[in-house]
């Protein structure tokens, strides 16, 4: 399982995907609610991910992590 914390949040979030298997790789994608891509973090390992989000104006976002193309968890965060 993946999760994130804080959420709502402001700056940043902390990607918690420690649960996952440690010998696959992952891609992490944030749309905005109008499905645009605004971030993409490819190839990331199991484990804890700090990702500054600074960037994105306050609103909803989708995140998705998926692995070989395959999506396993989507995630709604809010920017305040």
Not at 10 to 26: A, D, F, P, V
Not at 47 to 52: A, C, V
């Amino acid at each position: 399982h993946a999760w994130v914390s804080p959420n709502p949040f402001t700056n940043e979030i902390q990607l918690n995907l420690s649960h996952l298997n440690q010998n696959e790789t992952y891609d992490c994608m944030i749309f905005d609610i109008n499905g645009i891509k605004v971030l993409e973090m490819p190839n990331l390992q199991a484990g804890q991910h700090r990702i500054d989000l600074n960037q994105l104006q306050a609103g909803v976002y989708i995140l998705e992590v998926s692995s070989h193309q395959k999506s396993l968890k989507t995630i709604k965060i809010i920017k305040q």
